[in-house]
């Protein structure tokens, strides 16, 4: 792949690696340095940092949407893969007899010498039936299902070889159109708040001007608000007193629902491939901040936040679902 | 009103009016003339044409679908009104509380001595409700509730004062967002078309590319025609062997379902304001055909078919409704 084209290469290599104690361009210590003048407890995020690339990571994505609001051009926008590109959409008379259905697709990313797999959980079918709420159900079935099989696998004789299904981020797909959000939107994500963390996204952003897009921002901002639904909030990230990484934190939570465009078709300008959507009147280059969020949601997504997503999947999200349930199970065993 | 900025102005004024058989800049025929060679009945189209233009025309128009498909903003833009500056949105609590309305706005419009009284109705909320077949109930009860009022009237006393609420036509928007139409639509659409014409639109074009617009435009066509609903149908609009009009009028006929784009923001362009939506990436006119067919829809049914839709209203629809009503009746009356 060429590095120049992905934006998933970071421009700034360094912050994957923890900072060594020794000087920014030197992470591996000699055994000869170390018995000098530390005890070596230093080298332990290094010893981490190793173990970790070498074991590769995992992380798991959802996308929820109405059908046609673009999830999975923007998962292949995201990730620049080709992840749906096999996809055959179904027709108005398959929709009405369809339920929503969950489809799984892994794929392993590549880059530094640095393994990702991830998993993307799709929720084809959503919002096609007549009643709306009964979308719904089955995304919510999910996600109970896959903490309450990580329970009992915990609880099971074989604990170092779960498999961990659960879900560290669920991307919501807002419609552009309407003034906020609307009524199934707020009802859903209410009940999904408590198993999963929602980032929220505009869909299809493009067909909203700036003013309209800021005004929408602010309103659903405001609904979320008033309804008390819980969006993942991002902790600050380790900024490093960096000036321009303070600044792109600052922007990229401002962004927050993020304004998406997504794109499979690739257009030569200025000589590096970009994605565009040509339009009589213009051109969409997804990946420009001033067309589109795409890149803050990315940034957040992979180079910032991804950890911090799965910790509090585990350490707050699942870790209510699993007092929920021994409350539940007590009042039986105390007789 | 400045009349070179105004579309409704039709640049073919004498069309408007029927063709003189003494020629198309002599209208009006003196009593004299007329007594030279002729009866006079050829005057007739005349005597009514000048008492149409005394009475003035009506017609109603509906708008139907989902909130922020841009209904209002459309109608602004079609009949160039402000018809709905003074509007208040609702927020989410509110759309979950309401059920469907129907409000009604009329509008005096008057052009070169021509008076049109446009009643506008419009369903707000339509589709808000988390169960969507809530949604099209009243608007279908609406209807069918003005024919059988009309019905009431003609069999009563007082013919000559019937009020006439029948909708003459009915602008169903369908989302740009999917790959055709949604389960609602097409069954809202099949209970809509015994008594109204329907006239599709995809709302909000501007997000769609002109690669995606055919398609879409494609699979809407093949739907409605799998799921046998009747749209309006063009009948041939009289050409007079005008090449330009014949070519207009082939455009119309293949540009439905009309893809429009609406807007209430006006930009100076070349010395003459355009209504337009901005964005970073270029502007939308949206009465350029390259962009919308906001103008072959304007055409079609102000300039062309305005009275070929009231005639359908008439002789087709209600007329299927009063036979079918006397059918109810006729069991009864037979014993």
């Given at each position: 792949m060429d590095s120049t084209l992905n934006p998933l290469h970071s421009t700034r290599p360094d912050t994957a690696r923890p900072k060594s104690p020794w000087g920014r361009h030197d992470p591996y210590v000699s055994m000869e340095e170390l018995g000098k003048?530390?005890?070596?407890?230093?080298?332990l995020p290094h010893q981490i940092h190793r173990k970790n690339v070498k074991k590769g990571f995992e992380f798991t994505l959802m996308v929820v949407g109405e059908?046609?609001?673009?999830k999975s051009t923007l998962i292949n926008s995201l990730f620049l893969t080709g992840l749906y590109s096999d996809r055959i959409l179904p027709n108005t008379s398959e929709m009405i007899e369809r339920t929503v259905g969950i489809s799984k697709k892994t794929v392993d990313i590549e880059e530094k010498g640095v393994r990702l797999k991830l998993t993307i959980v799709d929720t084809p079918?959503?919002?096609?039936?007549?009643?709306?709420?009964?979308?719904y159900y089955p995304v919510l079935d999910y996600l109970h299902e896959q903490f309450e099989q990580y329970r009992m696998d915990e609880m099971g004789k074989h604990r170092t070889q779960i498999k961990d299904n659960r879900v560290h981020c669920c991307l919501y797909f807002i419609s552009p159109?309407?003034?906020?959000?609307?009524p199934l939107d707020v009802a859903f994500m209410k009940d999904l708040q408590t198993h999963v963390n929602i980032v929220p996204v505009i869909a299809?952003?493009?067909?909203?001007?700036k003013a309209e897009l800021l005004r929408k921002k602010e309103t659903i901002r405001r609904e979320m608000e008033f309804h008390k639904i819980k969006i993942f909030e991002f902790s600050d990230c380790d900024s490093d007193n960096d000036v321009e990484w303070t600044r792109q934190d600052f922007e990229m939570k401002n962004s927050v629902p993020f304004a998406v465009v997504g794109s499979n078709m690739q257009l030569r300008m200025d000589g590096r491939k970009v994605r565009v959507r040509a339009y009589p009147w213009g051109v969409v280059e997804v990946e420009n901040p001033d067309h589109s969020d795409l890149v803050h949601l990315r940034t957040m997504l992979v180079r910032t936040h991804m950890q911090d997503l799965k910790e509090k999947t585990q350490d707050n999200l699942y870790e209510q679902f699993r007092i929920s349930r021994m409350n539940m199970r007590s009042p039986s065993m105390s007789f």
């Open positions: 003048s530390f005890v070596g407890f230093a080298s059908s046609g609001l673009g079918g959503f919002g096609d039936a007549l009643d709306g709420t009964e979308s159109y309407g003034r906020g959000l609307k299809k952003a493009d067909c909203l001007t």
